[in-house]
Nanobody, 129 residues
């Protein structure tokens, strides 16, 4: 019933941009924080960005801060990740996830993967030098 479907991945050269989208269905979208995680081959999955249910609060991993922007459109049940100034180390599968509630009661919770209820299948991003 619940679905999170990522799109917008692909191959780009270093310094380029991509915009990822995640279309949600099967739950009340505005009642859930949303986030993007990524996993490179042979590495652990890590938090990229998180956003509160109303879109008013955002969080970013240190490695992407200043380059990536998370946003959401609750009327379209969609969360986005705008990725600029891409680097080869950004190469990974990017996953969309829905949190257990509409807010993060503690700032550090945005990257706690076991607190997310739903996960998408992922979309591949490849950045070449």
């Amino acid at each position: 019933q619940v679905q999170l479907v990522e799109s917008g991945g692909g191959s780009v050269q270093a310094g380029g941009s991509l915009r990822l989208s995640c279309a949600a269905s099967g739950f009340t979208f505005r009642d859930r924080c949303m986030a993007w995680f990524r996993q490179a081959p042979g590495k652990e999955r890590e938090g990229v960005a998180g956003i509160s249910g109303d879109g008013g609060t955002t969080y970013y991993g240190d490695s992407v801060n200043g380059r990536f922007t998370i946003s959401r459109d609750n009327a379209k049940n969609t969360v986005y990740l705008q990725m600029d100034s891409l680097k080869p180390e950004d190469t990974a599968i990017y996953y969309c996830a829905a949190y257990r509630s509409s807010y993060y009661i503690y700032d550090g919770y945005w990257r706690k993967q076991d607190r997310y209820m739903y996960w998408g299948q992922g979309t591949q991003v490849t950045v070449s030098s």
